[in-house]
C-alpha cells in the first residue's frame, strides 16, 4: 500500500528560523530510524509513547519522518497516511514501512478533504513552527478529522532538564524552550471541543546515554544497563513532578459540527 510521496512541501526559507529548520530536518535519518525502532531500551518507550494514537479507522500523521512511529502503531485496520515537508524522510519511509502511504506537504496546507481520518497524530512538529504557524497547523490537523475524531499532539516539554539540555545543543531545537504543557494545550483547547493533557516519561535518561549520536546506544543491549536504567525510570515516576516531565500528550476531540468550533 506504500506510494511515493506526490506533493512538494511548499516549505519556505525566507528567513533564518525556516532555514535552519530545513537545513536541520531535509535529509532522511536511517540511523535515527533504526534506533527508534530496534534498540532495546529506547525502542520499548517509544511504543508506549506513541501508543496513545493507536485504534482503528483511518490514521494521518502530520511530521512523519522516517515512520518511526507509524513502526511502533504497526498494520491496523484502517488507511494509514504520513506526511512530511521532506521528500527525502517521505521516500525513505515509504521504503520502510510498507502498509501505510506518504506524502510530502506542509504541515499548516494539508492536501486533504476535511474530515476524512478517524485520527491524527502529530508528533514534535509544533515547537519548529512559529507561533502563527502552530495555530494554523493544529487547525489543517482538526480540519481533516471527521467530527468527533480524536487529534493527538506530542511535544516535549521544554521545562524538563534533559529536553533543555538538548535545546541547548541543537540551534534547530530551540523552540523546545517555548513549549511547555500550558502553551501545546492552549493552542489545541482554541479549535478542538474538549482536550486531555498528560504526562509521559519522567526524565528519559535512556535517551541520552544512548542516543544514536551522542551516546552509546551499544549499552543498550545489555541487561544489567536495561534493569538499570528501568529501576531509575520507575523511581522517578514517583519523585518528580508532573509538570516537568519529558513529553506533553495532548488529546483534542474535534468538534462534532461546525456550531461548536471555537473562535
Known amino acids: 500500500m506504500s506510494r511515493m510521496p506526490s506533493v512538494t512541501s511548499g516549505t519556505s526559507r525566507g528567513d533564518g528560523f525556516a532555514a535552519r529548520q530545513w537545513d536541520y530536518f531535509q535529509a ?3 540511523p535515527k530510524f533504526q534506533w527508534q525502532t530496534t534498540c532495546p531500551v ?7 509513547l506513541i501508543s496513545v494514537a493507536a485504534g482503528d479507522g483511518r490514521l494521518l500523521e502530520v511530521g512523519c519522518g522516517e515512520g518511526g512511529n507509524l513502526y511502533h502503531l504497526g498494520p491496523r485496520n484502517g488507511l494509514t497516511v504520513g506526511v512530511d515537508y521532506s521528500m527525502a524522510k517521505a521516500t525513505f519511509a515509504s521504503g520502510v ?7 510530502c506537504a506542509n504541515a499548516v496546507r494539508l492536501p486533504f478533504r476535511g474530515g476524512v481520518f478517524e485520527r491524527v497524530l502529530c508528533r514534535d512538529v509544533l515547537h519548529h513552527l512559529r507561533e502563527a504557524a502552530q495555530h494554523e497547523a493544529v487547525a489543517e490537523l482538526i480540519r481533516v478529522c471527521r467530527p468527533g475524531g480524536e487529534v493527538v499532539v506530542i511535544e516535549p516539554n521544554g521545562r524538563n532538564p534533559l529536553i533543555a539540555a538538548f535545546a541547548l545543543l541543537v540551534p534547530a531545537e530551540r523552540g523546545m524552550f517555548r ?16 482536550i486531555v493533557v498528560e504526562a509521559a516519561q519522567p526524565l528519559p535518561l535512556a535517551r541520552a546515554l544512548l542516543h544514536y ?4 546506544p551499544g549499552l543498550g543491549r545489555l541487561r544489567v544497563v536495561a ?9 522517578l515516576r514517583r519523585l518528580m513532578p508532573r509538570p516537568f516531565w519529558a513529553y506533553i500528550v495532548v488529546r483534542g476531540v474535534t468538534p462534532a459540527s461546525r ?3 471555537k473562535t
Do not use: K, N
Not at 179 to 194: D, M, Q
Not at 227 to 235: I, K, P, S, W, Y
Open 28 to 30: 532522511a535519518d536511517e
Open 42 to 48: 529506547v525502542a520499548p518507550t517509544e511504543r508506549q
Open 97 to 103: 514501512i510498507p502498509w501505510a502511504r506518504f506524502v
Open 179 to 194: 513549549s511547555t504543557p500550558a502553551r501545546v494545550a492552549g493552542v489545541v483547547r482554541g479549535v478542538a471541543s474538549r
Open 213 to 216: 549520536r551522542i551516546g552509546m
Open 227 to 235: 534493569r538499570l536504567l528501568g529501576g531509575m525510570d520507575a523511581a
Open 259 to 261: 456550531s461548536e468550533e
